[in-house]
């Protein structure tokens, strides 16, 4: 035989042994593998059908759009839109649309009904949640790749340790900022500027990273020595300048860390909680997405550190109240009146500080619309409340047709979902990074506010697009296997904290009880369409 010949029956060999194995595997695997799977067929169970985008149905409904002005959502104008919250204000009915009752379909309810937990330990007021789909998902996992998907065999691993291990087999680091490129900062360099100069090209900063800890410190205990009104927003917000030339973003302390969002009230009227942006801070490390500013909590002197700095215009606001606290509004677009103002007792006051990002003429940022976005309307829902196939357009477009974007919007609505915020109106990303970029968590204040209650609509591009990033899945899927609970990590991440503690037990076990919905979701998923489809790495 020549060498030519032997190389060519070699081949067919090979070719006929790797058919047969796919064939038995898809024969042993139905849930593996299907082959009719098109992203337009997505349906989960007890939801509304959408066919393909060609369905007439849809067409008419576009039609419908294009006449009225509700059109915005669907030009997917996804591009540097600039915060807006005219929506808010006046109830135009922007990215808006309704369904034949006027009501919109709300899946986030229905997809709730099927849920089913087994709750187990209940001792000590700790709720382990398992879901015995979730159990059978993971067991076919590992039988399929268990390379990939080796959760027995890191059974007794830590979190901790698990996360390390994910970390070495993907980017840690990537370039920083051009200004930060060259700066060493003279003799000595501050902690906030260790921070700026390590911010990269996928995340804010990398864990091992001792400024970090040691900012945290500084903004805790640092004097402050400067205080000016942020600008823009729609609640009270001030920029703290410390004694070393550090900022930090304060908001104040509004609840009390039972007090829960009021049944009545939409997500766009709920006030913002300090205790929820610093938890987003901790749930965002241990998640490993390294996203969210780093945040503390500092109890203040109303009188003492704050109006002795404020300008004239900002002391005016300043008052004792009937129960003798100090208190002050500020002035804002929205919630800064006397019937808005935040009080001392009687003069001391919490409130978060998350570090400032570095100013937009060193780092400037872009501002994109969430294509979930919400209506930001009493009257109206979104397009993808009412229809399903949103994740087929925007997948279709820039910068969500390539790269990391589109599981980087998946990872945010994740991290939302976990914490309750609905408020994901926009997000940023760093202009010099371009697209290939994290973005940023910025903006979390309107998490925890329900402890019993798990808004599962927040979960629509997860469920509408089926896919997650496979880092972030195996994260999960940790969390819900143990031994570390997401719960006892927060506690314990939270627990150096000046406010501590900064979440009650119910919202910590309401994090437990996410991680295994989470998880469930996926499961649905991968009923429908083959796991490599669903589970992916960044792709494109
Ligand atoms: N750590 C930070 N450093 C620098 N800028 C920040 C930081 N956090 C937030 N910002 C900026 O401040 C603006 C307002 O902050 P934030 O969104 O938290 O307040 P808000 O009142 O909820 O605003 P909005 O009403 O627009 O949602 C944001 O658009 C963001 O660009
Ligand atoms: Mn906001």
Redesign the pocket.
Known sequence: MTMKLKVRVTLMVFSVLALSVFYIAVSKFPLLYDGTYRLADIQLPGRKIVDGLDSPHIFTFRKRLNKSNYSSDNNLSLEGEK?R?EEERNETDFNAAEDKNGNGNNFGVKYESQYKFRRANTENNVTNYTDPLVDKLIQVLQKSNGIKFNFDKNLETSYNTFLRLLRKRSRRKGPSLPFYRTYNGGSHMSNWEKFQKGIHQYGLYVPEEPAIEDLRKDMSSEPIVDIEQ?E????L?LIITYSDEGQA?F?PMRYSREQETLPDHFYFVDF?RHNAEIAAFHLDKILGFYRV?PTIGREVNLTSEIRKLADTKLRKTFFVSPAGNVCFHGSCSYYCDTSHAVCGHPVMMEGSF????PPDRIAP?K?WRNPWKRSYSKHRKAYWEVYDDLCSQVIEKPPYNTGRRLLDVIDTHIFDFLTGNM?R?HY?TFSDFGNNTFLLH??N?RGFGKAHHDEMSILAPVYQCCLIRYSTFVKLTKLYMGPDKISDLMRESMSTDSINPVLTDSHLNALDRRVAKIVRVIHDCIEQSPYTDVIVDDFF
Do not use: I, M, S
Not at 232 to 235: F, L, N, Y
Not at 354 to 357: I, R
């Open positions: 915060v919250h942020k823009g927003g729609t609640q917000k973003l908001k913002e500013p998350a570090t400032f990002l940022r501002t408020d109106h940023e910025l903006d204040g």
